[in-house]
């Protein structure tokens, strides 16, 4: 059974830190690339940073580039998503989701194969 579990999120202060954890089973890892969305309540899910899992390389949506940070750790099938000085706009139910093809030919949500039941993240000003 394939399943991605995301774990991590919470309430927190702005400014404050989290790391965010997603679990992957069921699917050979290394042949994905694995996404983080996230989707704020009223609006439509949005990417926020990828890792390709064939060589490691990442990619961040502009506007969180410098305060997440993305990363793998290969013995535990799991991808992280650092998150720093968080901010009230960040609040939102974060998702990691797995795409058979690295980050950079993945033009639309829908080549990801693979979704997570999502983590909740509060951000209080």
């Known amino acids: 059974e394939v399943q991605l579990v995301e774990s991590g999120g919470g309430l927190v202060q702005a400014g404050g830190s989290l790391r965010l954890s997603c679990a992957a089973s069921g699917f050979t890892f290394d042949d994905y690339a694995i996404g983080w969305f996230r989707q704020a309540p009223g609006k439509e899910r949005e990417g926020v940073s990828c890792i390709s899992r064939s060589d490691g390389s990442t990619y961040y949506q502009d506007s969180v580039k410098g305060r997440f940070t993305i990363s793998s750790d290969n013995a535990k099938n799991t991808v992280y998503l650092q998150i720093n000085i968080l901010k009230p706009e960040d609040t939102a139910v974060y998702y990691c989701?797995?795409?058979?093809?690295?980050?950079?030919?993945?033009?639309?949500?829908?080549?990801?194969?693979?979704w997570g039941q999502g983590t909740q993240v509060t951000v209080s000003s």
């Open positions: 989701a797995a795409a058979p093809i690295p980050c950079l030919l993945i033009d639309d949500i829908v080549e990801y194969d693979y």
